[in-house]
């Protein structure tokens, strides 16, 4: 069974930055598209990043991108998602999410298998 675990939410001000972790477990994880999800207080969750298995392709919502950047270390199991220029807009819990066998990332949420427990972002105003 394969398990997720965020770590790097918090308090920041606007125009401040964050760095998100999500560590994997498994031994396919070199082999997994992985995702950023995010839900905000009375909203549904909604896809921020992903990034497929090499870390060659990319994927982001308009609302984050050149603002946001996602990356991996496959030697760590480990997927990161760098938050940069944040607005009271991105608060919201983080979400980490795998695909599982070698299928491509996508901004789908019904195609990941697996994901943790989130990781609550606050940003003040």
């Known amino acids: 069974q394969v398990q997720l675990v965020e770590s790097g939410g918090g308090l920041v001000q606007a125009g401040g930055s964050l760095r998100l972790s999500c560590a994997a477990s498994?031994?396919?994880?070199?082999?997994?598209?992985m995702g950023w999800f995010r839900q905000a207080p009375g909203k549904e969750r909604e896809f921020v990043a992903s990034i497929g298995w090499s870390g060659g392709i990319t994927f982001y919502a308009d609302s984050v991108k050149g603002r946001f950047t996602i990356s991996r270390d496959n030697a760590k199991n480990t997927v990161y998602l760098q938050m940069n220029s944040l607005n009271p807009k991105d608060t919201a819990v983080y979400y980490c999410?795998?695909?599982?066998?070698?299928?491509?990332?996508?901004?789908?949420?019904?195609?990941?298998?697996?994901w943790g427990q989130g990781s609550q972002v606050t940003v003040s105003s």
């Open positions: 999410a795998e695909i599982r066998a070698s299928r491509p990332a996508t901004v789908i949420y019904a195609s990941y298998d697996y």
């Open positions: 498994g031994r396919s994880f070199s082999s997994r598209a």
